[in-house]
């Protein structure tokens, strides 16, 4: 089978080093890709949001099966583009049509939608410019801190979370007046604080059948102890010591299942992966903070690195509908990964570093994010430049390997977080 992954990050990276260990793929290619993806397929430089050079490329390369990698060609429609021509209708495509990517699309269709499910979350209101005065209001009778989510796509980074009602009516006012966000907040969701531990929940879909991946949890702050500026996730550790059988099950049936049967009551079309942004609180109750319509980035790199069957096989039967079938396996041990990134993120950062040593670490498996191929070079190319991932009989095992093999790597200004996995 000829396969074609879209997107250019560690979690693509992953995808591509767990496929290319199938003996059902036969050629790889990554759209546009990085400097990791190329060791293991076939970069090709065009834009994942590009659907006409995704088309030309399909047809050109016999792509049998397409696997979206980020949420920005979901939301756009990507799924749709296939199904509606002619010359591509018959190659399988993983990742959810347009009407259910609103579930990532938009904050307020994804409170619509587990309000309607009766899927537990936090109360929540959403406003626009027209009726800022009422969303001051709103914020005036909650309790402290104020989360305010900008209702679109803003790269990991619409969610801010104040302590101060003054701070948080100027912080609304920028989203909405101002467009802080751009489009994405043209519209913003207040919602109550949830106070608990995070995790995420990963689960597959055909449509009809679902199957649940290792948890993992992540780590967004830039600073350790969890402070400074939300980043797309500084490390993250799998599987999560607190997630008890009890509290998994507990989130099957108050969570996953009420999210896949309202798949089929709203007709929302979904074979993909499902990523559900939980929160334990009191009484050991889990609470969906979002649904992310595609994998996690990093958690991606510790949930494959566990999944011991072979992914085309999973993946050819989400498409073809035939996921029951399937009996998911999972390595026993514990995964970690530690992010490594440029200085300065998640604000302004320099690119074009050169990154050495990455041939010297042996005990880990480097997954590449932003970084590039440029005249046979390794340079850097983004903010998250490379995941550490290693294994361990326990995650503090595994942690510090990712850290003793993060010592033979280099590039100017890299930063990382040294309390990846403190809290638990």
Same mark, same amino acid.
């Given at each position: 089978?000829?396969?074609?992954?879209?997107?250019?990050?560690? $979690?693509?990276?992953?995808?591509?080093?767990?496929? @290319?260990?199938?003996?059902?793929?036969?050629?790889?290619?990554?759209?546009?890709?990085?400097?990791?993806?190329?060791?293991?397929?076939?970069?090709?430089?065009?834009?994942?949001?590009?659907?006409? =050079?995704?088309?030309?490329?399909?047809?050109?390369? @016999?792509?049998?099966?397409?696997?979206?990698?980020?949420?920005?060609?979901?939301?756009?429609?990507?799924?749709?583009?296939?199904?509606?021509?002619?010359?591509?209708?018959?190659?399988?495509?993983?990742?959810?049509?347009?009407?259910?990517?609103?579930?990532?699309?938009?904050?307020?269709? @994804?409170?619509?939608?587990?309000? $309607?499910?009766?899927?537990?979350? %936090?109360?929540?209101?959403?406003?626009?410019? +027209?009726?800022?005065?009422?969303?001051?209001?709103?914020?005036?009778?909650?309790?402290?801190?104020?989360?305010?989510?900008?209702?679109?796509?803003?790269?990991?980074?619409?969610?801010?979370?104040?302590?101060?009602?003054?701070?948080?009516?100027?912080?609304?006012?920028?989203?909405?007046?101002?467009?802080?966000?751009?489009?994405?907040?043209?519209?913003?969701?207040?919602?109550?604080?949830?106070?608990?531990?995070?995790?995420?929940?990963?689960?597959?879909?055909?449509?009809?059948?679902? *199957?649940?991946?290792?948890? =993992?949890?992540?780590?967004?702050?830039?600073?350790?102890?969890?402070?400074?500026?939300?980043?797309?996730?500084?490390?993250?550790?799998?599987?999560?010591?607190?997630?008890? #059988?009890?509290?998994?099950?507990?989130?099957?049936? $108050?969570?996953?299942? #009420?999210?896949?049967?309202?798949?089929?009551?709203?007709?929302?079309?979904?074979?993909?992966?499902?990523?559900?942004?939980?929160?334990?609180?009191?009484?050991?109750?889990?609470?969906?903070?979002?649904?992310?319509? $595609?994998?996690?980035?990093?958690?991606?790199?510790?949930?494959?690195?566990?999944?011991?069957? +072979?992914?085309?096989?999973?993946?050819?039967?989400?498409?073809?509908?035939?996921?029951?079938?399937?009996?998911?396996?999972?390595?026993?041990? @514990?995964?970690?990964?530690?992010?490594?990134?440029?200085?300065?993120?998640?604000?302004?950062?320099?690119?074009?570093?050169?990154?050495?040593?990455?041939?010297?670490?042996?005990?880990?498996?480097?997954?590449? =994010?932003?970084?590039?191929?440029?005249?046979?070079?390794?340079?850097?190319?983004?903010?998250?430049?490379?995941?550490?991932?290693?294994?361990?009989?326990?995650?503090?095992? %595994?942690? *510090?390997?990712?850290?003793?093999?993060?010592?033979?790597?280099?590039?100017? *200004?890299?930063?990382?977080?040294?309390?990846?996995?403190?809290?638990?």
């Amino acid at each position: 089978m000829n396969i074609l992954i879209l997107g250019s990050g560690g $979690r693509e990276h992953t995808f591509a080093w767990k496929i @290319a260990q199938s003996d059902k793929c036969k050629n790889l290619f990554v759209a546009p890709g990085n400097s990791g993806t190329a060791e293991v397929a076939t970069n090709v430089n065009i834009s994942e949001t590009d659907f006409d =050079a995704i088309k030309a490329l399909v047809l050109k390369e @016999a792509i049998d099966l397409v696997v979206v990698g980020p949420e920005a060609p979901l939301v756009k429609g990507v799924h749709d583009y296939f199904l509606n021509d002619s010359d591509l209708k018959h190659v399988s495509v993983i990742g959810p049509q347009k009407v259910a990517a609103e579930l990532e699309g938009s904050k307020e269709f @994804a409170k619509e939608f587990m309000s $309607r499910h009766n899927i537990p979350t %936090a109360a929540y209101e959403s406003f626009t410019k +027209d009726n800022v005065e009422a969303g001051y209001a709103f914020l005036e009778s909650l309790k402290p801190p104020y989360v305010l989510k900008a209702d679109g796509l803003a790269a990991g980074k619409g969610v801010v979370i104040l302590n101060d009602i003054d701070e948080a009516k100027a912080e609304l006012k920028s989203m909405l007046v101002d467009a802080k966000f751009g489009d994405a907040s043209a519209k913003v969701v207040i919602e109550e604080f949830l106070d608990g531990i995070e995790l995420s929940c990963f689960v597959l879909t055909d449509g009809k059948n679902y *199957k649940i991946l290792p948890t =993992a949890k992540d780590y967004k702050r830039i600073g350790e102890g969890d402070t400074g500026l939300n980043t797309g996730g500084m490390g993250a550790v799998s599987p999560v010591p607190f997630a008890t #059988p009890e509290f998994l099950n507990k989130i099957e049936e $108050r969570i996953v299942k #009420p999210t896949i049967d309202g798949f089929a009551k709203d007709k929302l079309p979904y074979v993909g992966f499902v990523f559900i942004g939980l929160i334990k609180v009191e009484n050991d109750d889990p609470k969906v903070i979002e649904y992310n319509v $595609r994998m996690g980035d990093p958690e991606t790199e510790v949930v494959f690195p566990r999944l011991k069957n +072979d992914l085309v096989e999973v993946l050819d039967a989400m498409a073809n509908q035939t996921l029951d079938k399937v009996n998911i396996e999972i390595d026993e041990r @514990a995964a970690t990964t530690i992010m490594v990134v440029s200085g300065g993120y998640p604000e302004a950062y320099e690119k074009g570093k050169e990154i050495t040593g990455v041939e010297n670490i042996t005990e880990s498996i480097p997954f590449h =994010a932003g970084a590039q191929l440029k005249d046979g070079k390794v340079v850097t190319s983004g903010g998250r430049v490379i995941s550490i991932t290693s294994y361990g009989e326990t995650y503090q095992e %595994a942690i *510090k390997k990712s850290y003793q093999s993060i010592e033979k790597l280099h590039f100017d *200004k890299m930063y990382y977080r040294k309390d990846i996995g403190f809290d638990l």
